[in-house]
């Protein structure tokens, strides 16, 4: 994650279909990021896309199960609706079933809202600087996913890695540091157009969907600390 704009923080939206928690978090936003002049709710997947058809938020938290789903294709939605934009989780689940697939949908943060207000507030103000809001159980799961995962078969047995062109493997680099596409293309001295473009060929050539996802990759490549 990069830092974010303060355009980015403006209007913000929540996801959650219980009242008591919907008001809770729709109180500790602006408090936690002053910068955030209007909070928008929904209670539902088919409420939250309505608002999502009126304007693109920079910054949402959602809850995991709705009345009406899971938020797994909303997150992305989100996501792809504004360059930049940050969606965090907010739930009450931590197990492997509800992190992993959140974060593979597009998640940057994952907070639990049995934390008291103190603490979620200073996870949420960690996004500002381009940090994930994590609550400290889900970044230890991550970490403890990641460790526990078997090891690598040899080099001799491994199948051979995508091989992506020079460009290409500039691009990764450039995503993986937490780069805007825009960015990326200002970097490269290329067009949006032509880095987006890059981008779908990364991800169709290494089999993965998301940012979070290409980092990995990337970081197992050596392109990035």
């Given at each position: 994650m990069s830092?974010l704009?303060?355009?980015?923080?403006?209007?913000?939206?929540?996801?959650?279909?219980?009242?008591?928690?919907?008001?809770?978090?729709?109180?500790?936003?602006?408090?936690?990021?002053?910068?955030?002049?209007?909070?928008?709710?929904?209670?539902?997947?088919?409420?939250?896309?309505?608002?999502?058809?009126?304007?693109?938020?920079?910054?949402?938290?959602?809850d995991?199960?709705?009345?009406?789903?899971?938020?797994?294709?909303?997150i992305?939605?989100?996501?792809?609706?504004?360059?930049?934009?940050?969606?965090?989780?907010a739930?009450?689940?931590?197990?492997?079933?509800?992190?992993?697939?959140?974060?593979?949908?597009?998640?940057?943060?994952?907070?639990?809202k049995?934390?008291p207000?103190a603490?979620?507030?200073?996870?949420?103000?960690?996004?500002?600087?381009?940090?994930?809001?994590?609550?400290?159980s889900?970044?230890?799961?991550?970490?403890?996913?990641?460790?526990?995962?078997?090891?690598?078969?040899?080099?001799?047995?491994?199948?051979?890695?995508?091989?992506?062109?020079?460009?290409?493997?500039?691009v990764?680099r450039?995503?993986?540091?937490?780069?805007?596409?825009?960015?990326?293309?200002?970097?490269?001295?290329?067009?949006?157009?032509?880095?987006?473009g890059?981008?779908?060929?990364?991800?169709?050539?290494?089999?993965?969907?998301?940012?979070?996802?290409?980092?990995?990759?990337?970081?197992?490549?050596?392109?990035?600390?």
């Amino acid at each position: 994650m990069s830092p974010l704009s303060p355009a980015l923080l403006e209007r913000a939206l929540i996801v959650e279909d219980l009242d008591e928690p919907r008001e809770w978090l729709a109180e500790l936003l602006p408090r936690a990021l002053p910068q955030v002049q209007r909070v928008d709710t929904a209670a539902t997947l088919a409420q939250a896309r309505e608002r999502l058809r009126e304007h693109a938020y920079g910054l949402a938290l959602v809850d995991w199960g709705l009345p009406d789903g899971t938020s797994e294709s909303l997150i992305s939605e989100l996501v792809a609706a504004r360059p930049g934009a940050v969606v965090i989780v907010a739930t009450i689940h931590d197990d492997d079933a509800h992190v992993f697939p959140a974060l593979r949908a597009g998640a940057q943060g994952y907070i639990l809202k049995s934390q008291p207000a103190a603490v979620v507030v200073a996870q949420l103000q960690r996004i500002e600087q381009g940090e994930p809001a994590l609550s400290p159980s889900i970044a230890a799961r991550v970490l403890r996913h990641f460790h526990d995962a078997p090891a690598a078969p040899s080099a001799a047995a491994a199948p051979p890695a995508a091989q992506l062109t020079d460009r290409e493997v500039d691009v990764l680099r450039l995503i993986a540091k937490g780069y805007k596409a825009a960015e990326v293309a200002q970097l490269l001295g290329l067009s949006s157009h032509t880095v987006t473009g890059y981008v779908r060929d990364i991800y169709r050539k290494l089999g993965i969907s998301s940012r979070a996802e290409a980092t990995i990759e990337a970081a197992r490549r050596g392109l990035v600390a």
